[in-house]
């Protein structure tokens, strides 16, 4: 349908939440509704696409761009537009895609399918968007013995070759369209958090894997916070998983204690312990460590006598507030875990966030009748309410929907020339502002992602306003009134409809 009638494609999935919008105003069960949309849309029906790219390939769709043929970066690129007609560029080299791993040129679709949702959900207009695979070959042995495999048949380049890759395609984009904000998806493990840190100093890129999961689950951590009755400066956390999620997480909690307190990072970073496979990480590690991890390695005469090696052991030593999980290792938090954690806090924040579901770190009406009801909990993917004592209690889901389209908005709308940590941490406000856990503490700690267009003003608002404050935006008469400023971003929200059809004479029509 997206193919053949974008307009009707999105409207019957604007259509589909504005249902889903009625029903729950009369009382009735909406979150197999929304489950449905979002399944169909992304994950898992986007990841059994991208694993059969090859095999169910019709039509090109996007732009591809191969490691072996880089002096044509340039000229592909530009036949997309001029200067003005690309406003937001999500690219991938497809290593790391939705938990499927590498995929190769078969990335394409996850690059397709973040668009799509920031069209959904916040009024990106779908016109002024380029989905990007950089095809720098697999190392998926499946693919490679796939005879119908459509991208590089060699394993994928990296080290000098694949930066010298990533930078022809970077400073095509700037010159060619030097207003677009470019976000990366998917990329490795190994490349993630280097090329963002790399880039992000010198214009306005984002990467969800790494900020994304960050700011949500941040804003989860800042309602729980509030539940709880603690100050985020008094915070202690425990990550179990420290790869890109784990880490972008970490970095997202360290900028806003930093914001928060007046603490430098570096010592903001120590209310923050992450555990990986050898246990917590360490400073002996050295270069086992990856570029994201090497800040939040403890130093190992802190540790001396203690044991450190099992994610229990960490508990009991730290005596955490919050504990995330990011690991892919499912039941880690068992319940020998929680009960040692809820001993020495009234309300434990618990986020088993690894996906797929098979992957939770821990079942959340475990992890209710483990702490009697007083866990403060945050999925990766949706769950029904959990009952203790009679009593029930929302399970909210850290969807990144609800938060890297509106960045997205924000960005775009003001034209910012970076996208800065304040940008950030004012959007992980203002998404937590939004919590239903504020009213009523047994509610979820995340709005429902069926509000997520309302989300997305008020979160685009809030960038725009911290771009402005920080001298980033360079969009001319943005409105200075909270009003003014709420009619003006939803103006110029994309939303699909058909354009009128007007009568022309025959005599009067040019061609």
């Given at each position: 349908m997206k193919e053949q009638n974008e307009v009707l494609y999105y409207k019957v999935c604007s259509s589909?939440?504005?249902?889903?919008?009625?029903?729950?105003?009369?009382?009735?069960?909406?979150?197999d509704h929304l489950k449905?949309?979002?399944?169909?849309?992304?994950?898992?029906?986007?990841?059994?696409?991208?694993?059969?790219?090859?095999?169910?390939?019709?039509?090109?769709?996007?732009?591809?761009?191969?490691?072996?043929?880089q002096d044509r970066i340039h000229d592909n690129m530009s036949r997309w537009g001029s200067p003005e007609d690309i406003?937001?560029?999500?690219?991938?080299?497809?290593?790391?895609?939705?938990?499927?791993?590498?995929?190769?040129?078969?990335?394409?679709?996850?690059s397709i399918a973040k668009?799509?949702?920031?069209?959904?959900?916040?009024?990106i207009h779908p016109a002024r968007t380029l989905a990007v695979v950089?095809?720098?070959?697999?190392?998926?042995?499946?693919?490679?013995?796939?005879?119908?495999?459509?991208?590089l048949r060699r394993h994928r380049v990296r080290g000098k070759d694949y930066d010298q890759f990533v930078d022809k395609f970077v400073q095509s984009a700037r010159r060619l369209y030097p207003r677009a904000y470019i976000h990366f998806e998917d990329f490795g493990l190994e490349n993630a958090r280097r090329l963002l840190d790399k880039y992000r100093s010198h214009m306005a890129c984002f990467n969800d894997d790494v900020?994304?999961?960050?700011?949500?689950?941040?804003?989860?951590?800042?309602?729980?916070?509030?539940?709880?009755?603690?100050?985020?400066?008094?915070?202690?956390?425990?990550?179990?998983?420290?790869?890109?999620?784990?880490?972008?997480?970490?970095?997202?909690?360290?900028?806003?204690?930093?914001?928060?307190?007046?603490?430098?990072?570096?010592?903001?970073?120590?209310?923050?312990?992450?555990?990986?496979?050898?246990?917590?990480?360490?400073?002996?590690?050295?270069?086992?460590?990856?570029?994201?991890?090497?800040?939040?390695?403890?130093d190992d005469k802190e540790w001396e006598g203690k044991e450190h090696n099992d994610l229990l052991s960490v508990i009991k030593e730290v005596k955490p507030h919050v504990l995330i999980g990011t690991s892919t290792k499912p039941k880690a938090f068992t319940e020998g875990v929680v009960k040692e954690m809820a001993r020495h806090v009234d309300r434990p924040i618990i986020f088993p966030l690894s996906n797929p579901t098979r992957l939770h770190e821990a079942d959340p009406k475990d992890l209710n009748d483990w702490t009697k009801g007083k866990a403060l909990?945050?999925?990766?993917?949706?769950?029904?309410?959990?009952?203790?004592?009679?009593?029930?209690?929302?399970?909210?889901?850290c969807n990144n929907s609800e938060v890297f389209p509106a960045i997205g908005l924000g960005a775009v709308l003001s034209r910012s020339?970076?996208?800065?940590?304040?940008?950030?941490?004012?959007?992980?406000?203002?998404?937590?502002?939004?919590?239903?856990?504020?009213?009523?503490?047994?509610?979820?700690?995340?709005?429902?992602v069926v509000e997520v267009r309302e989300l997305s003003v008020q979160i685009a608002k809030a960038v725009i306003k911290q771009a402005v404050e920080e001298d980033l935006a360079t969009e001319k008469g943005i409105p200075e009134k909270d009003d003014d400023l709420d009619a003006w971003v939803r103006e110029q929200m994309w939303a699909p409809r058909y354009r009128e059809l007007k009568r022309v004479d025959k005599e009067t029509n040019q061609k």
């Open positions: 589909m939440m504005l249902n889903i919008l009625w029903l729950s105003n009369r009382g009735q069960l909406i979150q449905e949309m979002f399944s169909i849309i992304y994950t898992p029906t986007e990841g059994d696409a991208i694993q059969n790219f090859s095999r169910l390939f019709r039509k090109p769709e996007g732009l591809f761009l191969n490691i072996e043929d406003d937001y560029i999500v690219v991938t080299d497809g290593e790391e895609i939705l938990g499927i791993g590498d995929q190769g040129v078969g990335g394409i679709l996850i668009l799509v949702l920031t069209t959904l959900c916040a009024g950089l095809d720098c070959g697999t190392d998926n042995e499946e693919l490679l013995n796939d005879e119908l495999y459509l991208g900020q994304g999961t960050g700011c949500v689950t941040l804003a989860a951590v800042m309602a729980g916070l509030h539940v709880s009755k603690l100050k985020l400066t008094d915070m202690r956390m425990v990550i179990f998983g420290s790869g890109t999620a784990g880490t972008g997480i970490a970095d997202m909690v360290r900028d806003a204690i930093a914001a928060d307190s007046g603490k430098s990072k570096e010592d903001a970073a120590k209310q923050i312990w992450c555990v990986d496979k050898p246990g917590l990480l360490m400073k002996s590690h050295g270069d086992h460590l990856t570029h994201g991890q090497v800040e939040y390695a403890r909990i945050a999925t990766g993917s949706p769950f029904p309410p959990v009952e203790y004592d009679g009593k029930k209690y929302d399970v909210s889901e020339r970076l996208l800065s940590d304040k940008m950030l941490v004012a959007a992980v406000k203002a998404l937590a502002d939004q919590s239903p856990a504020l009213k009523d503490p047994d509610k979820g700690l995340l709005p429902d």
